[in-house]
């Protein structure tokens, strides 16, 4: 299962998909239906040319698309569509709820009440191990409604999966072109990971033909170990490489091996939990 869509149906907000990382069958919800983001990576395939189809959030149709599609998923209708009956068993449980989409989730001037909704939804449904994930590039980590959010998040099987694709601000430009510091990166992920355990994601691939450079690999490792010397803590790191077409031909995909080369640098420097997915 590789077709990760944001598109289901007519919906707007929420979109299923059978994920790699999170072990089975996410419910996305897409806060940014405008495709707004404060990054522009050389590696993201949504297509921003094109308009988005919402200029904001409604939180009642948020809510009703991700009510339904829930109870379609609980009662094994979503197992019997084309996209997901090679998966039919993973098809009924629903491992998370995660805001993730056409945007940064963050950019969203209300954040908490977002993050209140998926959890009344959770909560009525009686998904008691169904968790409220952030998939996030970190940059609004520290914003007022946010954080707020991430404290229902707590409370509700949250967590967070933060990206960090870096070790310098140099190589942070030239990946993800965000008009953010790297700086704000580092203490939004310190920030965070010293309130509740956080998950590090990093897309690692080659830029014309050339992957990242053993230097910056070594900063990157010591970002991760100055994060937990701050106090923060490091549930896991997901290493991961390009799956879709990007805008830039330049930037391309890792072999497995390659991948899993990098993955064991960071386990050897960090002492941390490295998985991969290719």
């Not at 707007?12 to 707004?36: A, E």
């Not at 879709?244 to 091996?257: G, I, K, N, S």
């Amino acid at each position: 299962m590789v077709d990760h869509s944001r598109r289901y149906q007519d919906f707007t907000y929420v979109y299923p998909v059978i994920s790699r990382r999170s072990r089975g069958l996410s419910i996305g919800i897409n806060l940014n239906p405008d495709k707004r983001c404060n990054f522009d990576c050389v590696y993201c395939e949504v297509d921003r040319k094109v308009p988005g189809k919402a200029t904001h959030v409604d939180l009642v149709q948020a809510a009703d698309e991700l009510r339904w599609l829930s109870n379609h998923a609980l009662s094994g209708g979503l197992a019997l569509e084309p996209k997901f009956s090679e998966v039919p068993e993973l098809s009924r449980h629903i491992r998370d709820f995660a805001f993730s989409g056409d945007g940064e989730p963050t950019m969203v001037p209300n954040f908490d009440e977002c993050v209140e909704m998926a959890a009344r939804v959770r909560i009525e449904l009686g998904l008691t191990e169904t968790q409220i994930v952030l998939i996030t590039d970190a940059a609004g980590l520290d914003k007022v409604s946010v954080r707020r959010g991430l404290e229902v998040m707590d409370r509700n099987e949250g967590e967070v999966w933060a990206k960090l694709d870096a070790g310098t601000e140099g190589y942070f430009r030239e990946i993800n072109r965000g008009f953010v510091s790297f700086g704000r990166i580092l203490r939004n992920l310190s920030l965070t990971a010293r309130q509740r355990p956080i998950v590090i994601q990093s897309l690692f691939l080659k830029l014309h033909g050339q992957s990242m450079p053993t230097s910056e690999l070594m900063a990157y490792c010591q970002r991760l170990v100055e994060i937990q010397a701050s106090g923060g803590r490091i549930k896991e790191v997901h290493a991961y490489t390009i799956a879709r077409p990007t805008p830039e031909v330049w930037a391309t995909r890792l072999t497995l091996t390659e991948l899993e080369g990098i993955a064991d640098v960071i386990r050897q420097a960090t002492g941390l939990k490295v998985l991969t997915f290719d």
